[in-house]
């Protein structure tokens, strides 16, 4: 067990889980309160404004505001658009995505409103030759005119299927573009980041988010930090995070604590209460005791002749002991591993334990983790048999290091006896793969299909609106997805169905489901609001665990994965192929 502190485990603030908008986050500016009070009077059933003050209208590209007062002026703003939200390719070389960040979108279109200092200063980029009833058409915009469309927050994902799909006035849907993907984006980046190191530590293994000082700024650490523990870790670093989203924080010190003790004579004459008399005892002095008894019993080898603990290292621990004395973990590499931290920590938990309290572990930093570990791991064991203390041959270690995807593999292979992983940089920064690249394409104007065309196929549209489905095998696992047309038959269980791959028509396969999914549902209903509640971050986190679950190992193995299939039904294949044939101009040669 790591130290944790936390109020409530793994449970969102009041207002991320109910229609009251109890809190809109810390130091929420003027015009944040007036867009969410204008907003609240529109829609009926009502969700809190994110808690990230800079999710507003203006954090968008200049040119959908410049696309949608030409909108305006050509009288097409309020023509019917349906707009799809996806990814071409699955992050990190892999065959899977996890869906996250549609919370903050629905909570973005619930309270979409231009404020008048937004208006103020468009008008003032946008120039004097502008129309002034463009700034009144933005100022009466909110989302009670769109719907939303997606997929579950946690789901399994895979490329060309419609994450979230925007139906509603050209001018609208159009502005929210960089906003919904800029929301999406990272967050479904970093949960499927978050999922890839959870599978390459396996269930057991503790997962500790450490990224804030390597992250993208304030923004970026508190966003890894909520989807990293929706996408299985244990708990972060980030303070803030924990205070905001309920997400256990975790912690033990730095070597700068080791390096501020200068020398034992420095040490302060500690005591601590004993637990079983309930009297002061004199800590340094059973420290000292201890220290002697480790040293008479210390294992020799031709490496390791004698016992050698830094006592400099060694009174930063006791210090950090007093202070937590029923949750001592401590560093352990700022000298020696073995000769010095191990040993330091060891003497520490035996007067801990002396005391009436249980030692918790340690961490290590730097060096070959496998052989240390292992070694610390043996190094326990033979103490907690000579002392006879059975929990000491059990404390944990945990492990840091720059650990990226790679290393969990490689120390899995080695053999180690980490019980525990601090993830940081590559983790929160997804340094594998810095973006996920999804996009948001119009596919339909006024129930007429629209198309993009391409050099490259990977990015050619599939037009029209569309309903995603997944469809399982006998062994209840995902088989395939297939996108239908809108109006179309669904596939049924039990009943054969015919899939084609998009743009090879020599792919194609018959499939009898055991069971069909419907993959989106209605989320944001115009006026009527957010449809269901949004589900809180711990139970996303279940969500999360359970789609993971569902897969096939060779789909989600980390080397060579099987491609999952994504397809489309017989009707939208030729549909496809006929808008796509009247679409493409024809070459002309001489």
């Given amino acids: 067990a790591f130290t ?12 991320e889980e109910t229609n009251t908008n109890t809190s809109t986050g810390t130091g929420m500016t003027t015009a944040t309160k007036t867009r969410t009070a204008t907003t609240r ?39 019917r658009a349906v707009f799809d939200l996806f990814f071409r390719r699955c992050p990190f070389n892999g065959e899977f995505a996890v869906f996250a960040g549609l919370s903050d979108c629905i909570r973005f279109i619930s309270n979409l409103q231009y404020t008048d200092e937004d208006i103020d200063y468009l008008r003032k980029v946008m120039g004097e030759d502008i129309d002034e009833g463009f700034f009144d058409y933005l100022k009466s915009i909110n989302g009670t005119s769109v719907r939303l469309y997606a997929i579950k927050e946690g789901s399994i994902v895979f490329p060309r299927i419609p994450l979230i799909r925007a139906e509603g006035p050209l001018g ?30 396996g269930k057991d293994a503790k997962l500790l988010e450490f990224g804030l000082r390597r ?62 008399t309930d009297k002061e005892e004199d800590f340094v002095a059973l420290v000292l005791k201890k220290k002697e008894a480790v040293a008479k019993e210390w294992p020799n080898s031709p490496a390791q002749k004698s016992f050698r603990g830094d006592k400099r290292e060694l009174a930063a621990f006791v210090t950090f002991a007093v202070a937590f004395p029923n949750r001592f973990l401590a560093l352990i590499d700022t000298y020696d591993v073995i000769m010095s931290g191990c040993a330091n920590f060891i003497i520490v938990a035996l007067a801990l334990n002396d005391l009436g309290y249980r030692a918790r572990g340690i961490r290590l930093d730097s060096g070959d983790l496998a052989y240390q570990s292992i070694r610390c791991r043996e190094l326990f064991s033979h103490f907690s048999e000579k002392f006879d203390i059975p929990f000491l041959s059990k404390c944990t270690i945990v492990a840091s290091n720059d650990i990226n995807e790679e290393t969990l593999h490689s120390l899995n292979t080695q053999g180690h006896s980490i019980d525990s992983f601090g993830v940081g940089t590559h983790l929160v920064t997804c340094q594998a793969q810095p973006a996920l690249g999804a996009v ?101 986190r279940e969500f999360v665990a359970t789609q993971v679950a569902s897969l096939r190992s060779d789909i989600t193995r980390p080397l060579n994965p099987t491609p999952y299939k994504v397809s489309v039904s017989a009707e939208l294949y030729d549909f496809h192929q006929k808008i796509w044939l009247q679409s493409a101009p024809v070459g002309e040669l001489s």
């Fill in 172 to 201: 609208i849907v159009q502005l929210i573009e960089t906003t919904l993907l800029n929301l999406v984006n990272f967050s479904t980046l970093v949960a499927t980041n978050a999922v890839r190191f959870r599978m390459a530590a």
């Fill in 41 to 79: 009077t529109r829609a009926l059933s009502y969700v809190a404004a994110p808690k990230n003050n800079l999710i507003s209208p203006l954090l968008t590209d200049y040119y959908q505001v410049t696309m949608t007062y030409a909108y305006w002026k050509a009288n097409k703003h309020e023509d």
């Fill in 440 to 540: 948001y394409k119009l596919v339909e104007l006024n129930e007429n299909p629209c198309m993009k065309l391409s050099a490259e196929l990977r990015k050619v549209t599939i037009p029209g609106r569309k309903i995603a489905y997944r469809l399982f095998g006998q062994d209840d696992a995902p088989i395939c997805d297939v996108m239908i047309r809108n109006g179309e038959k669904p596939p049924e269980a039990g009943h054969p169905f015919l899939c084609r791959h998009p743009f090879s028509a020599q792919k194609r396969a018959v499939v009898k489901p055991k069971r069909v999914e419907c993959l989106e549902d209605l989320v944001w209903d115009g006026e009527n609001g957010v449809v269901t509640a949004i589900p809180s971050l711990a139970e996303r």
């Fill in 215 to 276: 992250a993208q700024g304030p923004d970026g650490g508190i966003t890894a930090a909520r989807y990293c523990y929706m996408g299985g870790f244990d708990a972060t670093s980030n303070v803030l995070a924990g205070k905001e989203y309920g997400i256990p924080v975790a912690g033990t010190h730095a070597h700068a604590f080791v390096s501020a003790f200068q020398s034992w004579e420095e040490l302060k004459p500690w005591t601590l209460k004993n637990k079983h």
């Fill in 4 to 15: 944790v502190c936390c109020v409530c485990f793994g449970i969102e603030r009041m207002s």
